[in-house]
């Protein structure tokens, strides 16, 4: 597995990515915003790629927001998916996020079978239900999952002081 930041030359093959997951995420390649919104995160350095071998198709593609401490995109190739890509990226997005801090994804609802994978991944990483996330722009049902910020541990000397 070669995992990377996105660069700019890597670009046409996200959009391929895209057009692949269209049917369950809604319009992507001839949007401007989602376009101009994957240029910024491959320029941020905020979208992370994998593929099985240096040089080899893109497998997948996951794009976070530190701001909003959220896992913004996430797509494995059909040919790529059960092969453990999208849990590496999964856990890469998490390692560059504030785990203190609650962090965020917008999911298939669980009465979506296609969105079943996806699902049980964030739910293997700690994230929960939190609320309904509407329709995506493919109409179809989504929810946002929650995964908990870690609770920041005590200290020896923020004890001291309870002990006097």
Same mark, same amino acid.
């Given at each position: 597995?070669?995992? =990377?930041?996105?660069?700019?030359?890597?670009?046409?093959?996200?959009?391929?990515?895209?057009? $692949?997951? $269209?049917?369950?995420?809604?319009?992507?390649?001839?949007?401007?915003?989602? =376009?101009?919104?994957?240029?910024?995160? %491959?320029?941020?350095?905020? &979208?992370?790629?994998?593929?099985?071998? $240096?040089?080899? &198709?893109?497998?997948?593609?996951?794009?976070?927001? =530190?701001?909003?401490?959220?896992?913004?995109?996430?797509?494995?190739?059909?040919?790529?998916?059960?092969?453990?890509?999208?849990?590496?990226?999964?856990?890469?997005?998490?390692?560059?996020?504030?785990?203190?801090?609650?962090?965020?994804?917008?999911?298939?609802?669980?009465?979506? $079978?296609?969105?079943?994978?996806?699902?049980?991944?964030?739910?293997?990483?700690?994230? %929960?239900?939190?609320?309904?996330?509407?329709?995506?722009? &493919?109409? %179809?049902?989504?929810? %946002?999952?929650?995964?908990?910020?870690?609770?920041?541990?005590?200290?020896?000397?923020?004890?001291?002081?309870?002990?006097?």
């Amino acid at each position: 597995m070669v995992v =990377k930041y996105a660069h700019l030359n890597d670009f046409v093959q996200w959009l391929a990515l895209a057009r $692949e997951v $269209e049917p369950l995420f809604g319009p992507m390649i001839k949007n401007d915003g989602f =376009k101009s919104a994957l240029m910024d995160a %491959i320029s941020n350095q905020t &979208a992370l790629c994998i593929s099985s071998a $240096e040089g080899s &198709a893109l497998a997948g593609g996951i794009v976070i927001s =530190k701001n909003s401490n959220e896992i913004m995109w996430l797509a494995v190739s059909e040919a790529d998916r059960g092969k453990g890509f999208g849990r590496q990226l999964v856990a890469l997005a998490l390692n560059a996020l504030d785990t203190t801090r609650d962090i965020v994804v917008q999911t298939f609802d669980r009465a979506v $079978e296609e969105g079943q994978a996806a699902r049980k991944l964030y739910a293997v990483f700690g994230f %929960i239900d939190d609320q309904d996330g509407g329709l995506n722009p &493919a109409g %179809i049902p989504t929810v %946002i999952m929650k995964r908990p910020g870690a609770k920041p541990t005590a200290t020896k000397s923020s004890n001291a002081h309870r002990l006097r």
